[in-house]
């Protein structure tokens, strides 16, 4: 059981009332968590990643607690150490596909220079083979071109879980079957395991070694 | 007729820099603060930022000089302490400037990093980077350009300051007599030629300042790459 988590938190949004209260255990390397919209899926892997502080709870990772509340223990987003893909990718305007995809390798207060080259870095550009865009801006390159970056991004700090929230969604059709080819490929080499939302069933039959169903803030039975 | 007095210029020039520095540190600081963090009294804190904006130069000179005046709280432990007397020095010149320039700094700046994308930052932090680091790498880059017009506009309203300058600085030729209050003088003294030659400066000196602000607008947004 690589993750475990049982989470309550009360929000509010536009005058409405929503009430997460999401308690699974990753007992498979793959895990789709699927759902509507609005079923409080990109939440639950926000609290994951410590980016929403639940109310009551606990989170557990690979043993290690990342969040207690009864305990007091609230690990910083830093310090758990998981690549995280944003629905829209969140890739940094103002910084070259090599200076994003290096972002996280540099710890320091400035960023780093446009031709620095890493190992690390060039070896995950050449992998998802965007290496030809590596001095391009996220703004000068395609969806599945961002899509690929955002994963090498998170994949270069050698985080101990993936976390992608509808990382498809953005995409064409044959342009989705092949990036989730890629993907598996990566998790097949690498053994990092994967949390992925999704609404599409495609993905479930792919990744969806164990499938959790969410529904207005709850796990369905 | 032509004794321009380039020792009133080069003050101004002093003192607005200086100005323009403090609020570049302050203004950013605090706008930065205001955008993302919310606490209690956070617009009350927003109004009494912009209040320089809004009120009588002169009534800034007053709160200054009660505050940094010999029987003023600051003024009496800087006395007392150090032996420093700010009131008629160049240097309450600057502290006059910089408050009554402040609100230009910290505005745009505060609507600058609301603009930022908050899922940037939380990428940011996901990938292990720190609070102050992603603070310099991804917030203060993407919030720059806002930032920028902003501390030029400071640095002309602050070169034109006068109401609070004169209460806290007065008017020593060569120590504390800014351009803006050399015109005074000499309007007051009647010296027509020497007034309509630091009028000519100060209008010249501020028409450089929009023409470099203008400029530097429009290489920022004509390409992104220079922000990096």
């Given at each position: 059981m690589w993750l475990e988590l049982d989470i309550e938190r009360q929000l509010r949004a536009a005058g409405r009332e929503f009430r997460l209260q999401v308690a699974l255990a990753c007992t498979q390397p793959r895990v789709v968590l699927f759902g509507p919209s609005g079923a409080g899926k990109s939440l639950t892997l926000k609290a994951i990643a410590g980016l929403l502080r639940p109310e009551r709870g606990t989170i557990r990772m690979h043993g290690q607690t990342l969040f207690d509340a009864g305990a007091n223990i609230e690990l910083p987003p830093q310090q758990r150490r998981i690549g995280y893909v944003f629905q829209d990718y969140a890739?940094?305007?103002?910084?070259?596909v090599r200076q994003n995809v290096g972002f996280g390798l540099n710890k320091r207060c400035l960023n780093s220079r446009r031709g620095t080259r890493i190992e690390a870095v060039e070896q995950w550009l050449q992998t998802f083979r965007i290496d030809h865009l590596a001095d391009s801006l996220p703004a000068q390159i395609s969806g599945g071109q961002r899509q690929r970056v955002a994963l090498a991004r998170a994949l270069v700090t050698q985080p101990q879980a993936l976390l992608l929230d509808?990382?498809?969604?953005?995409?064409?059709r044959d342009l989705r079957g092949l990036l989730r080819q890629e993907l598996e490929t990566v998790l097949d080499n690498t053994g990092i395991p994967l949390l992925l939302i999704s609404h599409d069933p495609e993905d479930v039959r792919m990744f969806g070694q164990q499938v959790v169903q969410l529904a207005e803030g709850r796990v369905r039975a | 007729m032509l004794d321009l007095d380039w020792s009133a210029l080069w003050l101004s020039l002093k003192v607005a820099g200086w100005a323009t520095a403090i609020n570049l540190v302050l203004g950013v600081a605090l706008g930065a603060l205001l955008a993302r963090r919310r606490f209690p009294g956070r617009e009350l804190l927003d109004t009494v930022f912009t209040l320089p904006l809004v009120l009588p130069p002169t009534v800034l000179g007053y709160y200054l000089l009660v505050l940094v005046g010999r029987n003023g709280p600051l003024g009496a432990w800087l006395q007392d302490s150090?032996?420093?007397?700010?009131?008629?020095?160049w240097q309450a010149a600057v502290i006059a400037a910089a408050v009554a320039s402040f609100p230009l700094v910290f505005k745009p700046a505060r609507a600058a990093f609301e603009g930022v994308d908050r899922q940037l930052e939380q990428a940011a932090r996901t990938l292990g980077v720190s609070e102050v680091a992603l603070f310099f790498r991804v917030s203060l880059p993407l919030a720059w350009r806002g930032i920028l017009a902003g501390l030029l506009l400071a640095f002309a309203r602050a070169m034109g300051e006068f109401g609070a300058t004169i209460m806290v600085?007065?008017?020593?030729?060569?120590?504390?007599?800014t351009l803006s209050i050399a015109i005074y003088e000499a309007v007051q003294a009647g010296n027509d030629g020497r007034a309509n030659v630091l009028v000519l400066v100060s209008s010249l000196v501020c028409i450089a300042v929009l023409l470099l602000a203008a400029r530097l607008a429009g290489r920022s947004g004509g390409s992104r790459h220079d922000v990096a």
């Open positions: 890739l940094f305007p103002h910084l070259s509808e990382p498809f969604a953005a995409l064409d | 150090f032996g420093i007397n700010l009131v008629f020095t600085a007065g008017s020593i030729p060569g120590q504390t007599q």
